[in-house]
């Protein structure tokens, strides 16, 4: 079973940059869509950004375009999220997770394994 480690997280001030990583200890990461979700407290869960298996295919969320990169390094197993350019509505706790498609899809009803997420928080 795949196991999801977040970790990147933090308190950052505007116009700063995180770069969020996720990790599957059971190195089987590299064969599945990988997808970022955030939700902030009181609101709904948003798909941040998606790639697929083979790192063809990314998507985005309009909000985060332009500012936020998803990339995977099969070698480690590792999915990152780098954000640039945070603003304060960027605040919440980020979560990747996994579906059992090489397509990408900002879906999360599609997405079967979740990490426990990490807090990323935008402040001054």
């Known amino acids: 079973q795949l196991q999801l480690v977040e970790s990147g997280g933090g308190l950052v001030q505007p116009g700063g940059s995180l770069r969020l990583s996720c990790v599957d200890s059971?190195?089987?990461?590299?064969?599945?869509?990988t997808g970022w979700f955030r939700q902030a407290p009181g609101k709904a869960r948003e798909g941040v950004s998606c790639?697929?298996?083979?790192?063809?295919?990314?998507n985005y969320a309009d909000s985060v375009k332009g500012r936020f990169t998803i990339s995977r390094d099969n070698a480690k197993n590792t999915v990152y999220l780098q954000m640039n350019s945070l603003k304060p509505e960027d605040t919440a706790v980020y979560y990747c997770?996994?579906?059992?498609?090489?397509?990408?899809?900002?879906?999360?009803?599609?997405?079967?394994?979740w990490g426990q997420g990490t807090q990323v928080t935008v402040s001054s």
């Open positions: 790639i697929s298996s083979s790192r063809s295919s990314t």
């Open positions: 997770a996994v579906r059992p498609y090489s397509s990408c899809s900002v879906n999360a009803d599609t997405y079967n394994y």
């Open positions: 059971g190195f089987r990461l590299n064969y599945y869509a």
